[in-house]
């Protein structure tokens, strides 16, 4: 039984930071690409930041290079996002995703997904 379960979203002001997390189980975690995703009403699911199964890898979206950064404990199959300089537009469900044969940016390549979590910045 897969589960990709985020946490620590919530509210933060414009230039402020937070690290989102996903517990992930029921898979063989280091095997797979993780990336986060992000959505808001109406709009597609937006590809925000990917990592190679050994970390050393990393794709990020142009709105949050420089901003945001990924990373994966593969001993505590565990992904995490780093958000800084956190902007209005940031604001969104946040969901973790796990791929097992490809590393980008595109909702289609994902097979898992968690439920999301809440990010808003005001």
């Known amino acids: 039984h897969v589960q990709l379960v985020e946490s620590g979203g919530g509210s933060v002001q414009v230039g402020g930071f937070l690290r989102l997390s996903c517990a992930a189980s029921?898979?063989?975690?280091?095997?797979?690409?993780m990336a986060w995703f992000r959505q808001v009403p109406g709009k597609e699911r937006e590809g925000v930041a990917s990592?190679?199964?050994?970390?050393?890898?990393?794709y990020y979206a142009d709105s949050v290079k420089g901003r945001f950064a990924v990373s994966r404990d593969n001993a505590k199959n565990t992904l995490y996002l780093q958000m800084n300089s956190t902007k209005p537009e940031d604001t969104a469900m946040y969901y973790c995703a796990a791929a097992r044969w490809f590393c980008g940016g595109y909702s289609s390549q994902y097979q898992y997904w968690g439920q999301g979590t809440q990010v808003t910045v005001s």
């Open positions: 029921g898979y063989t975690y280091s095997n797979y690409c």
């Open positions: 990592i190679y199964t050994g970390g050393g890898s990393t």
